[in-house]
C-alpha cells in the first residue's frame, strides 16, 4: 500500500515539477552539477565512439521499425492513430540524435 500512496503522490507532483523544469534555464555544466549532488557519486564518461555509432545506428533502426507501422496504423486505425505513430517516430529519431550528439560533443 506505501508504494501505491507513494506513486500516487509522485503523479500528483508531476505537474508542477513539469512547470519548474519547463521554465529552468540551466547551463549543462549547471545541470551536471545538479545531477552529481543528488546522485552523491562521481560518474565518468564510459561511452567509447562506437557506442556512440551504436547508439545512432540503433535509433536509426528503431525509427524504420516506427515507420513501416506508421502508414499501416494510418490506413486501419484511423487518422489519429496514424498521427500518434508518426509523433513517436519523431520524437525517437529528435531524442536518439540528441543523445549521440551530446556524447559526441564531451569527446
Do not use: C
Not at 507532483?13 to 555544466?29: G, I, S, V, Y
Not at 529519431?93 to 559526441?104: E, G, P
Amino acid at each position: 500500500m506505501t508504494m501505491l500512496s507513494n506513486y500516487l503522490y509522485s503523479l500528483s507532483q508531476t505537474h508542477h515539477e513539469l512547470r519548474k523544469r519547463m521554465l529552468a534555464t540551466w547551463t549543462p555544466d549547471q545541470e551536471f552539477n545538479q545531477v552529481r549532488q543528488r546522485s552523491g557519486a562521481d560518474m565518468k564518461r564510459k561511452l567509447k565512439w562506437y557506442d556512440l555509432i551504436a547508439l545512432g545506428v540503433g535509433g536509426m533502426l528503431g525509427v524504420g521499425v516506427f515507420v513501416t507501422t506508421g502508414p499501416v496504423s494510418l490506413h486501419q486505425s484511423g487518422e489519429f492513430m496514424g498521427y500518434f505513430v508518426e509523433a513517436n517516430i519523431l520524437m525517437e529519431y529528435v531524442f536518439s540524435n540528441a543523445a549521440v550528439a551530446r556524447a559526441l560533443q564531451n569527446i
